[in-house]
């Protein structure tokens, strides 16, 4: 199984700031990270795949980075629309798995 | 545009067995797997398998081997998860998600399964 530790647990930011979420494995998974936005009693939406591909229609101002065993999700300017709770998630092997969740709140 | 159409809230009993579908639509059904996600109450995304909705190839997540068991049916695009024996930690909200290579491009509007006696 590969353990995945995602911080922080929680970040409080202003609309404006640049925010980065980490996400660190247990083991190394070359590129097969994605990243899921989660707003309140909606499922989760894809933003990133292969560390750093953006989804179709997500806006430019998020970003991924990284391979191996260490990856960030950067939001450069932090909209209204962007406080959420983000999740890392290994498709390197089985079973898959996600981070604990970044819960992104307004400052 | 793809969707993935889920069946409505239960409400079981423990020891129960509950049956969730997930109806695709706007793609070609068997070109993708479908994965199966739970979220309990104020907590984080759990998975707990994958199905080939090619030749019906399972992967489950260890904690949940020998209750879950995942299908489908290809004459109606539909996918299935049963999860037996159930207890009050398996309360939660569970999604199916379109499957590209381990990650989830689409998913379902979720299931609530709510497990009370």
């Known amino acids: 199984v590969i353990w995945m530790t995602q911080s922080p647990s929680l970040l409080s930011a202003s609309t404006g700031d640049r925010v980065i979420i980490s996400c660190r494995m247990s083991?190394?998974?070359?590129?097969?990270l994605a990243w899921y936005q989660q707003k309140p009693g909606k499922a989760p939406e894809l933003l990133i795949y292969?560390?750093?591909t953006l989804q179709s229609g997500v806006p430019s101002r998020f970003s991924g980075s990284g391979s191996g065993t260490d990856f960030t999700l950067t939001i450069s300017c932090l909209q209204s629309e962007d406080f959420a709770t983000y999740y890392c998630?290994?498709?390197?092997?089985?079973?898959?798995?996600f981070g604990q969740g970044t819960k992104v709140e307004i400052k | 545009q793809v969707q993935l159409v889920q069946s409505g809230a239960e409400v079981k009993k423990p020891g129960a067995s509950v049956k969730v579908s997930c109806k695709a639509s706007?793609?070609?059904?068997?070109?993708?797997?479908i994965s199966w996600v739970r979220q309990a109450p104020g907590q984080g995304l759990e998975w707990m398998g994958w199905?080939?909705?090619?030749?019906?190839?399972?992967n489950y997540a260890q904690k949940l081997q020998g209750r879950v068991t995942m299908t489908t049916d290809t004459s109606t695009s539909t996918a299935y998860m049963e999860l037996r024996s159930l207890r009050s930690d398996d309360t939660a909200v569970y999604y199916c998600?379109?499957?590209?290579?381990?990650?989830?491009?689409?998913w379902g509007q979720g299931t609530l399964v709510t497990v009370s006696s």
């Open positions: 199905i080939s909705a090619y030749n019906g190839n399972t």
């Open positions: 998630q290994q498709y390197y092997s089985f079973p898959r798995t």
């Open positions: 083991q190394g998974i070359s590129s097969y």
């Open positions: 706007g793609y070609t059904f068997t070109s993708y797997g």
């Open positions: 998600a379109r499957d590209f290579s381990g990650y989830y491009f689409s």
């Open positions: 292969a560390a750093s």
